[in-house]
T-cell receptor
Framework: NAGVTQTPKFQVLKTGQSMTLQCAQD?????MSWYRQDPGMGLRLIHY???????DQGEVPNGYNVSRSTTEDFPLRLLSAAPSQTSVYFC?????????????FGPGTRLTVL | GQSLEQPSEVTAVEGAIVQINCTYQ??????LSWYQQHDGGAPTFLSY????GLEETGRFSSFLSRSDSYGYLLLQELQMKDSASYFC????????????FGKGTTLSVSS
């Protein structure tokens, strides 16, 4: 079991560029989510999905898109990168997303936008 | 608005006991979770409380008082490897799809 995997580990973008952060899990989890973590801040929820074909917005969704075509994959797209999106991005999954479910986090993608 | 308050830093020595508090003010509350994050690493789940009282898992315990909107994480027999950031997180709905995290407490354990 690889758990939750994220690619790339590091990325540098120029303002205005677009890119996709990849996230995959092999635990057959229904619930997947994306967080961003900035220095001195907790994790803030960007988007989440409760199953294939179903996504919803979290606290800070602006500037990001997601889709969930399979149970395993949950990519995060930055439409037009801005310096304010410089952050560490974590993908997480849990069995059902039910309250109290343990969330398993990926290793993170460290993104810098110049 | 939604807010979770934790101390930003705590220091302790090996073998000691430390308590990290978390007070919350959120629209909707279904439970309080705790996560540990080592520098540069991914957060890992430690514990969860839905009901008032103490949950014990080895050296770590977590407590919740829903009437006081308050919880804490208790770490006993501290070890150097416990140096990390600790986050409390509130589940705001039954499905657990609206998780709000505190800003984290950095614990430094010295010998």
């Amino acid at each position: 079991n690889a758990g939750v995997t994220q690619t790339p580990k590091f990325q540098v973008l120029k303002t205005g560029q677009s890119m996709t952060l990849q996230c995959a899990q092999d635990m057959n989890h229904e619930y997947m989510s994306w967080y961003r973590q900035d220095p001195g801040m907790g994790l803030r929820l960007i988007h989440y999905s409760v199953g294939a074909g179903i996504t919803d917005q979290g606290e800070v969704p602006n500037g990001y898109n997601v889709s969930r075509s399979t149970t395993e994959d949950f990519p995060l797209r930055l439409l037009s990168a801005a310096p304010s999106q410089t952050s560490v991005y974590f993908c997480a999954s849990s069995f059902s997303g039910g309250t109290g479910d343990e969330q398993f986090f990926g290793p993170g993608t460290r993104l810098t936008v110049l | 608005g939604q807010s979770l308050e934790q101390p930003s830093e705590v220091t302790a020595v090996e073998g000691a006991i430390v308590q990290i508090n978390c007070t919350y003010q959120t629209s909707g509350f279904y439970g309080l979770s705790w996560y540990q994050q080592h520098d540069g690493g991914a957060p890992t789940f430690l514990s969860y409380n839905a009901l008032d009282g103490l949950e014990e898992t080895g050296r770590f315990s977590s407590f919740l008082s829903r009437s006081d909107s308050y919880g804490y994480l208790l770490l006993q027999e501290l070890q150097m490897k416990d140096s990390a950031s600790y986050f409390c997180a509130v589940s705001r709905n039954q499905a657990g799809t609206a998780l709000i995290f505190g800003k984290g407490t950095t614990l430094s354990v010295s010998s």
